[in-house]
């Protein structure tokens, strides 16, 4: 079973709608968890990261960690076609120095 | 910003041969990876390495190698290639705590890798 699930598989969503995405992961001990952004044919890029607890935001993004519960979310508010990629979340181990990857949510920004 | 790059960027290969993907970075980060990534499976973990001269198995290491002989560069080897293992290859590379963007990982543009 993977260890980093992510949900929904898919998503379309109106330009200038707010676009939710989500992961579970199983490892408590996780220390960092991040967003990375795959547009069609590229490379993964990191988007957003965070270590503790709470809530975090930069621009149009939002990024949400709840460790008791296993969760954290990306939040893109006023989604823009740009946007449409392959979102993966990730979680790191206790060390800092490898990530382990979601399957990721493909997201379809429609005009 | 850091730059990974990938060389083939697309291969052919003949099942039972031997693949050979290069990796080269220049920001000096200590360590760097290689994934594969497939539909439904998403990026998993082949071989990482620490620094030049190591290397540690990831998640699916079977029927890979790999190489570091320097701080830049780091090789994956398919010693015997095989049909499942056509996917899409990513180099990344990064540092660990305490070293500016910690944990964040870099990635290089992708190696296609087809084995008929």
């Known amino acids: 079973q993977q260890k980093v699930q992510q949900s929904p598989e898919s998503l379309i969503v109106p330009e200038g709608a707010m676009t939710s995405l989500n992961c579970t992961f199983s490892?408590?001990?996780?220390?960092?968890f991040a967003w990375y952004r795959q547009h069609s044919g590229k490379a993964p890029k990191a988007l957003m990261s965070i270590f503790s607890n709470g809530e975090k935001e930069e621009g149009r993004f939002t990024i949400h960690l709840n460790k008791a519960s296993l969760h954290f979310s990306l939040h893109i508010r006023d989604s823009q076609p740009s946007d449409s990629a392959l979102y993966l979340c990730a979680e790191s181990n206790s060390a800092g120095n490898k990530l382990t990857f979601g399957i990721g949510t493909r997201v379809l920004v429609r005009p | 910003e850091a730059a990974v790059t990938q060389s083939p960027r697309n291969k052919v290969a003949v099942t039972g041969g031997k693949v050979t993907l290069s990796c080269n970075q220049t920001?000096?980060?200590?360590?760097m990876y290689w994934y594969r990534q497939d539909t439904g499976h998403g990026l998993r973990l082949i071989h990482y390495?620490?620094?030049?001269?190591s290397t540690e198995k990831g998640d699916i290491p079977d029927g890979y190698k790999a190489s570091r002989p320097s701080q830049e560069n780091f090789s994956l080897i398919l010693e015997l290639a095989t049909p499942s293992q056509t996917s899409v290859y990513f180099c990344?590379?990064?540092?660990?705590w305490g070293t500016g963007d910690y944990a964040e990982q870099f990635f290089g543009p992708g190696t296609r890798l087809t084995v008929l």
């Open positions: 920001n000096n980060h200590n360590n």
């Open positions: 990344a590379s990064g540092d660990a």
């Open positions: 490892d408590s001990a996780s220390q960092y």
């Open positions: 390495s620490y620094g030049a001269g």
